[in-house]
């Protein structure tokens, strides 16, 4: 382990214990029902941004971590329509959500989403041409994220492309909002790693391949895709 991922642990994180794997479970769980709101509200905007930027192409094996509501999988799968899009979430009833919706939209599609702690993922090695994550590692401890782009790294074909979204940190009124709601609720909101994340990529042994930022309403969102 570098110096870099040794000092992972001491990042401040608003009183975030080192995991919150459980507790985020139940709230996203409680929240499956109405979280397509933010999304379209907030997310979308980057989610579009990611897929034109990320190099997918039709046959690809592709997974999602993290689905949430599924805007981003239902984007993955018309883009993949003849190739397997593949999607984990820790809450069993977004991933089922998600499911029922991708089924429902695209029923050839080969789809298949299931409950996963993204930490220990149940893919062979080099499994994936392409690997989207969302919105996830803001819910993680520092050495989560170290862990879980080692397990991006693991399940990625040689070459393949890693494409992740962070909430951005370039508004600092936004940020100050971010901060407090994280104080509040950290199971549901976590905290903002949007700038330490670069160098983490890097030290996983990805090299940066396009760096994009994007705002919709008022809520910053910043877009990498990696290539192994």
């Known amino acids: 382990m570098n ?25 996203y769980d409680r929240m499956a029902a109405v979280y397509p709101i ?14 034109e930027v990320s190099g997918v192409r039709d046959g690809m094996n ?13 984007r993955l799968v018309r883009a993949n329509a003849s190739g397997a899009t593949i999607g984990v979430d820790l ?30 993922m149940p893919f062979r090695n080099e499994s994936f041409d392409a690997v989207f994550c969302c919105y996830m590692l803001e819910l993680l401890s520092g050495d989560d994220i170290v862990g879980i782009l ?3 790294r693991r399940v ?3 070459r393949g492309r890693l494409t992740l979204v962070l909430i951005g940190q370039n508004a600092p009124m936004f940020n100050t909002f971010y901060k407090l709601g994280g104080k509040v609720a950290p199971a549901f909101w976590g905290r903002q790693v949007e700038r330490r994340v670069p160098d983490l990529i890097e030290s996983a042994r990805f090299a940066i391949l396009e760096d994009r930022t994007v705002r919709q309403t008022f809520y910053p969102s910043r877009v990498l895709v ?3």
Request: with cysteine; charged share 25%; hydrophobic share 35%.
């Open 156 to 158: 990625l074909r040689d």
């Open 62 to 74: 592709v997974l999602e971590v993290a689905t949430g509501s599924g805007e981003m999988f239902r």
């Open 150 to 152: 080692r397990e991006f």
């Open 38 to 51: 933010s999304t379209m509200l907030f997310h979308s905007r980057a989610h579009r941004c990611a897929l």
């Open 226 to 228: 990696a290539r192994k």
């Open 3 to 27: 110096r870099l991922e040794e000092s992972v642990s001491a990042w401040p994180v608003n009183g975030l214990p080192a995991t919150l794997a459980e507790r985020t479970r139940r709230v």
């Open 91 to 120: 809450s069993p009833n977004m991933a089922a959500r998600t499911q029922r919706s991708a089924r429902r939209k695209f029923p050839s599609a080969q789809t298949h989403c299931q409950a996963v702690d993204a930490r220990h």
